[in-house]
């Protein structure tokens, strides 16, 4: 996996321990949400499929798509309500479909991410941040340019370290 290119540090690899350790979890609501948005896909074929004139209905490709931008925010409710399914029919399955996608699933795969974060950040809490490691490497440059400028040696006859301790 590409993310796991930021576990060279400890600090930047939160973001790959966040996304192992709630992956098992992911994975079950990705599971979810693709065996609702399957359920949704037919329902609506077959509630809308031959009744609404602008095709968006009438295939199921279109009907994924279709369902996925309602998803995030992109629906046109007045093309439901006008069609001959009829208001309330289109008022009960658009009802339905934002309940179970906007607010209950996504809300849960947002409480995994967040408790995923929060205890990869606990097992990250032991190392230094990124800040303060900056910091020494800063002086270990620092260090290391004023030794070479006053003849390349330190006190005791050692060249300074650049290694960052962890």
Do not use: W
């Amino acid at each position: 996996m590409y993310i796991q290119v930021l576990h060279f540090h400890p600090s930047l690899g939160v973001v790959s321990r966040t996304l192992l350790e709630g992956g098992q979890d992911l994975v079950l609501i990705i599971t979810l949400f693709c065996i609702l948005n399957l359920f949704f896909t037919n329902s609506a074929v077959i509630l809308f499929g031959d009744l609404i004139i602008n095709d968006d209905y009438s295939s199921t490709n279109e009907v994924f798509v279709r369902l996925f931008l309602m998803m995030v925010g992109d629906f046109d409710f007045g093309v439901l309500t006008e069609s001959e399914a009829g208001y309330m029919n289109a008022t009960i399955f658009f009802l339905l479909f934002v309940v179970l996608f906007n607010i209950v699933l996504l809300n849960i795969t947002l409480a995994i991410i967040v408790d995923a974060y929060a205890n990869a950040k606990v097992a990250n809490s032991t190392h230094p941040s990124v800040r303060d490691e900056v910091k020494i490497l800063a002086k270990h440059i620092f260090a290391y340019s004023y030794a070479s400028i006053k003849g390349g040696q330190r006190q005791g006859g050692e060249y300074p370290s650049l290694r960052i301790p962890y």
